[in-house]
């Protein structure tokens, strides 16, 4: 099996290039993609990229793997190899420091802005927050996001203005506390992300939606902000 | 909260609703005018007689206000994706502007002046 590898180390390196490995693969076993890089790795230890629970729940080890964005973990070669080549190049969008290994900064930035937390003004009760079953429920395919930012890279919209378009992650998390009955700062959050930027720009091509490795669906909870800011416009 | 000072309606929600109400206007004006050629001997008479009208008058600059607004938050978008040096931006987006308001100076001139 050929592997092409997006390779680039700025200590060494002027520009990026594609390395070809060719991969002897045992036969009848479907392995995930990170262990064929873990393969590459034991022929060149120079090769990097970011892995952690090895089972798409940390979110470390999102890339793109033959043109679609992924958790190098979960995805079998099966299931995206195409004439027997896999090309893995870094998630696209985000400046590479090196490798498969991008600066998510700017993610976060966006992420931060959405104040992805509980904000409640009211004295803490002596045991917890009550949330009614049916209100929890509201939070079903919001909570699951684990930040691989693999929706956010396959996001136009977002390679334009990562610098101004919050991006399906951060909007779904947006989204999480605004849903959140426990929740008292709703005005405060639709308040910031009232602007031609934040939220609408998101066309609503659904590319997230196509890639997310939890299955979750970030463009209805942005057309969920927009029915809310909308209510609070008119 | 990003700021923003050439977009149409300042907010975001309001750029969003001109641009579907807009759209529903258009889509209308179209709909009426394919239908009128399609049931209609489209002659001078039959076409001066209906911008003799008021209300089709009224109809028309209301949809030629609406193209200029749906173009300006279409393109204005168009615009802040891909032209990311702040001068070449705001002259594209001049250029738009002016093109607009001579379309509908224009189209003004054009509808009272029959």
Known sequence: ?234 | MVNSVTNLGRSGVFDWMIQRVTAYVLALYTVFLFGFILTTDVTYDSWSALFDQTWFRIFTLLALLSIGAHAWVGLWTVTTDYIKATLPRFLVQALCGLAMFVYLVWGIQILWGL
């Open chain 1, 1 to 234: 099996m050929l592997v092409s590898l997006y390779r680039y180390n700025p200590e060494t390196d002027n520009a990026p290039y594609m390395q070809d490995v060719e991969l002897d693969i045992p036969e009848g076993k479907d392995l995930m993609v990170l262990d064929v890089l873990n393969l590459v790795k034991e022929q060149d230890p120079s090769m990097a990229y970011r892995r952690s629970c090895r089972e798409g729940v940390c979110g470390s080890d999102g890339m793109n793997m033959n043109g679609k964005n992924g958790l190098a973990c979960i995805t079998p070669l099966s299931e995206v190899l195409k004439n027997n080549k896999l090309v893995v190049r870094p998630l696209p969008g985000l400046p590479v420091i090196r490798d498969l290994v991008v600066d998510m900064s700017l993610f976060y930035k966006q992420y931060e802005k959405v104040m992805p937390y509980l904000v409640n003004d009211n004295p803490a009760p002596a045991i917890e927050r009550y949330q009614s079953p049916e209100d929890r429920e509201k939070l079903d395919g919001l909570y699951e996001c684990i930040l691989c930012a693999c929706c956010s890279t396959a996001c136009p919209s977002f390679w334009w203005n990562p610098d101004k378009f919050v991006g399906p992650a951060g909007l779904l998390q947006a989204y999480r506390f605004l849903a959140d009955s426990r929740d008292t700062a709703q005005e405060e959050r639709l308040a910031n992300l009232d602007d031609p930027f934040s939220v609408f720009r998101c066309r609503g091509i659904m590319n997230c939606v196509s890639v997310c490795p939890k299955g979750l669906n970030p463009t209805r909870a942005i057309g969920h902000i927009r029915n809310l800011l909308l209510q609070r416009a008119t």
